[in-house]
T-cell receptor
Framework: EAGVAQSPRYKIIEKRQSVAFWCNPI?????LYWYQQILGQGPKLLIQ????????DSQLPKDRFSAERLKGVDSTLKIQPAKLEDSAVYLC???????????????FGPGTRLLVL | AQSVTQLGSHVSVSEGALVLLRCNYS??????LFWYVQYPNQGLQLLLK??????LVKGINGFEAEFKKSETSFHLTKPSAHMSDAAEYFC???????????FGSGTRLLVRP
């Protein structure tokens, strides 16, 4: 079974530029998550989708970050414009659905490492 | 609000020694708890999870964790460390409403030959 795919793996941009990350979840997984992992910290949820609807985006900086999940499969996360503090690893994860009530395993992709100069 | 505290940002053990990584949680209701491992430049991989069945949970690679409600702890152990266990370990609790994972700050395990 293929895992969660993410691209690109690495990205270097200058501040105020824009950047986009792509995620393809495990086939059949209804729930998709984007996490931000700053160096030395645990991952922090940015946004969570159930199919193509948003479940939780309370910690997404909506003035610069946006995300979509068209057709309830692939997802893109965009930052525009980027700031120095956005340097982090962006992890995508997916799980079967929310019916398990929080005990569903989340499967993580390898992440995209972003450096903002 | 739920939270997770991992004591010790770095733990160093000798190969063959006991591994003990500490995790304490804060939750007003019975939690779902997880341990994930992250190898360099890779995503997170599930080691084990507690979902209110047995309090002693066995995971992959010889790891296990015990849920202790009275101590609000979910410490991760392995009887004998192997060089390949060197990685970063994250404890997480599942949020009650959205089911998102709330992670601790992680513990980096170093294994000395």
């Amino acid at each position: 079974e293929a895992g969660v795919a993410q691209s690109p793996r690495y990205k270097i941009i200058e501040k105020r530029q824009s950047v986009a990350f792509w995620c393809n979840p495990i086939s059949g997984h209804a729930t998709l998550y984007w996490y931000q992992q700053i160096l030395g910290q645990g991952p922090k949820l940015l946004i969570q989708f159930q199919n193509n609807g948003v479940v939780d985006d309370s910690q997404l900086p909506k003035d610069r970050f946006s995300a979509e999940r068209l057709k309830g499969v692939d997802s893109t996360l965009k930052i525009q414009p980027a700031k120095l503090e956005d340097s982090a690893v962006y992890l995508c994860a997916s799980s079967l659905d929310l019916a398990g009530g929080g005990q569903e395993t989340q499967y993580f992709g390898p992440g995209t490492r972003l450096l903002v100069l | 609000a739920q939270s997770v505290t991992q004591l010790g940002s770095h733990v160093s053990v000798s190969e063959g020694a006991l591994v003990l990584l500490r995790c304490n949680y804060s939750s007003s209701v019975p939690p779902y708890l997880f341990w994930y491992v992250q190898y360099p430049n890779q995503g997170l991989q599930l080691l084990l999870k507690y979902t209110s069945a047995a309090t002693l949970v066995k995971g992959i690679n010889g790891f296990e964790a015990e849920f202790k409600k009275s101590e609000t702890s979910f410490h991760l152990t392995k009887p004998s460390a192997h060089m390949s266990d060197a990685a970063e370990y994250f404890c997480a609790v599942s949020d009650h409403s959205s089911y998102k994972l709330i992670f601790g700050s992680g513990t980096r395990l170093l294994v000395r030959p």
